[in-house]
């Protein structure tokens, strides 16, 4: 299938988001405004009390940002009038039934809509249990609830993780998860369990044991792993097609090279090396980060929808990786930082040159905290 033919499937085609507050989500929004302008609309469900809050979320945390430059320039005196003719923010929330719309929104919505893309998650490893329960696996079921509801619904594009996998090593098979199944050997999840009487401070510990009891590493590929399970719930001949990106990072290239917000998995990694306050590091040289440029999710995105756009009953499931095509080493990201920053040297305000130092490696904990250990 060709671009042409992705972007065709498009026009007049109207798209309800959810999460496009967020570094994923607003690119895909951008990124259908720029190459389909005769997309239907695209209907933003954004946590806001009232739609006047939900329309400054939006025009504040999405369109004003600095992705849509390219946009912006594009249509240049229309801009503000192309945006309010596309897009339509609608005020809810996940973590509710029917995703907090009011009965009378989804009465009008439901004639119209014929793609959810769930973008919308809580995406903090350690995050406390009931939050991450509540918009990672149940609000997954209140999305299909709505979709139930979406008469002219044609497709449910749900985008996950590529770390449901948990720690296992290998090649995996893109099959959908059996309810209930643990990635350990025999354990039984029961999906909606959460205590309500249990503390909150004492949350965050629980979703952590729990993650570890049944074979995942946190709370939150736990989550996303019980939102897959809870998929099933939708009941209806429509595709459903799980995309699950592995570390998503800055853009390739469009709409413009390297845009990127935020602070999260690898970023942490180049700011602290960028500020020269990453002096060592634990890991392995050889290990492979499977980082995907934002870009390239989204393209496979746009390609998913179109492929199984009214192609009934199936369900599908894509990882966007790199680890195994285009393997990107531990040691040649360092590498690269280094020979960058080589080239073009960071100046401080009083006009220094910042000396670029190579970061240690360390195999073990012990080497480590060895060398970290004052008392040494
Ligand atoms: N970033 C990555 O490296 C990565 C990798 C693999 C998969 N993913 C998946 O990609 C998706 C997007 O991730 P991201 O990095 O863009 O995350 P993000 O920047 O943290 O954005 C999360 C979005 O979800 C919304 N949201 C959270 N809870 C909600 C609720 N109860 N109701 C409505 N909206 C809610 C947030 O809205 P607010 O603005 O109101 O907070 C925000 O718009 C997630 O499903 C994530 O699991 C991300």
């Excluded at 019980?226 to 290239?253: A, K, N």
């Excluded at 590091?281 to 290990?287: A, L, M, S």
């Excluded at 960058?340 to 480590?368: A, C, E, H, L």
Aim: a positive charge; glycine letters at 6%.
């Amino acid at each position: 299938m060709d671009a042409a033919a992705v972007i065709g499937c498009l026009r007049d085609r109207s798209i309800l988001i959810t999460g496009s507050t967020g570094f994923l989500g607003k690119m895909l929004v951008e990124k259908i405004l720029r190459v389909q302008p005769d997309v239907g609309k695209l209907y933003l469900l954004v946590r806001a009390p009232d739609a006047a809050s939900a329309e400054h979320r939006v025009l504040t945390k999405v369109v004003e940002t600095t992705l849509f430059d390219v946009l912006r320039t594009k249509h240049g005196a229309d801009f503000n009038s192309f945006i309010k003719n596309k897009i339509s923010p609608l005020p809810g929330d996940i973590t509710k039934e029917t995703c907090a719309l009011r009965d009378s929104m989804v009465e009008q919505i439901s004639k119209e809509i014929h793609v959810i893309v769930s973008v919308a998650a809580t995406t903090s490893f350690y995050e406390r249990y009931d939050v991450a329960l509540a918009s990672n696996t149940l609000g997954v079921a209140h999305v299909c609830d709505l979709a139930k509801k979406c008469a002219n619904l044609k497709m449910l594009l749900h985008v996950s993780t590529a770390f449901v996998a948990g720690e296992q090593e290998g090649l995996l098979v893109e099959k959908p998860f059996d309810v209930g199944k643990a990635l350990k050997k025999d354990y039984n999840l029961d999906i909606q369990s959460s205590d309500d009487k249990i503390e909150k401070r004492k949350m965050k510990k629980l979703g952590l044991k729990r993650a570890r009891h049944f074979g995942w590493p946190n709370v939150y590929s736990l989550t996303k792993s019980m939102g897959e399970m809870l998929l099933g719930t939708l009941e209806r001949d429509l595709p459903v097609v799980i995309v699950r990106p592995s570390i998503i990072s800055s853009t390739f290239q469009e709409p413009m090279p390297g845009w990127t917000e935020g602070t999260r998995t690898m970023d942490m990694l180049y700011v602290t090396y960028n500020d020269q306050k990453l002096p060592c590091f634990i890991g392995e040289r050889n290990v492979i980060v499977d980082v995907i440029p934002g870009d390239m999710v989204i393209n496979a995105l746009m390609v998913a929808m179109a492929i199984h756009w009214d192609t009934h009953g199936t369900q599908a499931i894509y990882h966007v990786t790199t680890g195994h095509r285009n393997p990107l080493h531990f040691s040649t990201f360092l590498e690269s930082a280094y020979e960058y920053f080589r080239s073009n040297p960071r100046v401080t305000k009083d006009g220094r040159i910042v000396n670029d130092r190579r970061v240690k490696f360390f195999k073990k904990y012990t080497f480590f905290s060895f060398i970290h250990d004052p008392a040494v």
